[in-house]
């Protein structure tokens, strides 16, 4: 498990221990409550039914549909026989919980028609409770106890399933526009030598097309051109289908600018208050692709966004760029302390950007806290060897 996938899932093992710990006090609350008022075993039946209900929310995200039906059933079932049996009203507090938590788990995630099945069920069990267990104040507190939790999964679940659509949404749109600046990028510098490539072969077909018994041209020659012709042609069809498939949008005039160097983007970075960076890349020409080279100039320029941002702190980022065997690599490391209100690397739509612009690439990115103190940025990216110095 790489350090994406360890921060994505400790936020969800707080969050179900936290969860398991509200089900059991909820369990002995009711159990010492009905031990007190009804006395004998009466607390029996209620614990062994919201320690069902309560084990079906904690395991509800392996199919959430299959768990939320049968929490419903368990529910139904428990006041069915407290109903027949004389027992204490049903569902109890640890299944109205439990009920709660799977419903609004339903209603954020499922489909709409599931949902609301999901929904109008726990309403009807609601009703039935009314009606088994009537009250003479009219509405019974089992009954209250189990409408707020109904409420609670209602109005939780609504507004949790509104920010996924939101996130979900605003992810979208920044992978559209980094598709979009991808196609452009590649439209201008790789068709530009393509079609070059292209007009020159055209062109030396031309030029060898000599008059019947004017000087012959070396053997070979006009097939070579014409070879160089298909291939170029093929080349750029194929890369105009990239295109269309990156921009997945109707055609839109380029819009690219001209990459700048790093000296240039650490130099405005600096200022006062700012951490020091350290910039180590290959001196000279590096021969790299061009979409390599602004893919490069992209991570280190998000990189340092997110420093000044979120790790205010930091005495020193450590820029590096370096040319190995399989490609470049590009690491970002600041030396921030630690805090508790730094982003989580898949919350920033910046990261959502640069992470499909590498992988676009055929490169990889991880993003996470260092052992010890600040961040890093590590990006890997596959360089074709003839492009290679």
């Known amino acids: 498990m790489d350090v994406r996938d360890r921060l994505a899932s400790w936020p969800v093992v707080v969050a179900d221990v936290g969860l398991g710990v509200v089900f059991a006090l909820a369990l002995v609350?009711?159990?010492?409550?009905?031990?007190?008022?009804?006395?004998?075993?009466?607390?029996?039946?209620?614990?062994?039914?919201?320690?069902?209900?309560?084990?079906?929310?904690?395991?509800?995200?392996?199919?959430?549909?299959?768990?939320?039906?049968?929490?419903?059933?368990?529910?139904?079932?428990?006041?069915?026989?407290?109903?027949?049996?004389?027992?204490?009203?049903?569902?109890?507090?640890?299944?109205?919980?439990?009920?709660?938590v799977l419903v609004g788990s339903a209603l954020r995630t499922l489909p709409p028609v599931p949902a609301g099945t999901a929904v109008l069920a726990n309403l009807g069990l609601v009703v039935a409770t009314w009606l088994v267990f009537p009250s003479s104040a009219g509405v019974g507190a089992v009954t209250v106890l189990n409408g707020l939790g109904l409420s609670a999964a209602v109005s939780t679940g609504l507004v949790l399933r509104l920010l996924d659509v939101r996130r979900a949404t605003t992810t979208e749109r920044v992978r559209r526009d980094e598709r979009l600046a991808l196609a452009r990028e590649l439209h201008d510098v790789v068709a530009h030598h393509v079609t070059g490539i292209v007009l020159q072969a055209q062109a030396a077909q031309l030029a060898t097309r000599r008059p019947t018994g004017g000087p012959g041209t070396p053997a070979g020659l006009a097939e070579a051109l014409a070879g160089i012709e298909t291939a170029g042609s093929a080349a750029l069809g194929a890369m105009r289908r990239v295109v269309g498939v990156l921009r997945d949008v109707d055609d839109a005039p380029s819009a690219t600018a001209a990459p700048e160097h790093l000296d240039e983007l650490v130099t405005r970075f600096a200022g006062p208050g700012r951490p020091v960076v350290r910039l180590h890349h290959p001196e000279g020409p590096t021969g790299w692709p061009p979409e390599v080279t602004s893919t490069v100039y992209r991570v280190v320029q998000e990189s340092l966004t997110n420093v000044s941002r979120h790790a205010p702190h930091a005495r020193t980022v450590t820029v590096r760029v370096d040319e190995q065997r399989r490609g470049v690599t590009v690491e970002v490391v600041d030396d921030a302390p630690p805090l508790p209100g730094r982003r989580s690397p898949d919350r920033g739509y910046g990261l959502v950007g640069m992470r499909e612009r590498v992988e676009t690439l055929g490169g990889t990115l991880r993003v996470g806290p260092r052992s010890g103190a600040g961040w890093a940025v590590h990006a890997t990216l596959p360089v074709p060897a003839p492009e290679r110095r």
């Not at 320690?51 to 079932?77: D, F, I, K, N, Y």
Request: proline letters at 3%; glycine letters at 16%; hydrophobic letters at 55%.
């Open 29 to 100: 609350t009711q159990a010492v409550a009905f031990a007190d008022s009804w006395g004998g075993g009466y607390w029996i039946f209620d614990a062994v039914a919201g320690l069902s209900g309560c084990g079906l929310a904690l395991v509800r995200r392996r199919h959430r549909a299959v768990t939320t039906a049968a929490g419903l059933l368990v529910g139904a079932a428990s006041l069915g026989v407290a109903g027949a049996a004389g027992l204490p009203a049903e569902p109890g507090l640890a299944l109205t919980l439990a009920l709660a």
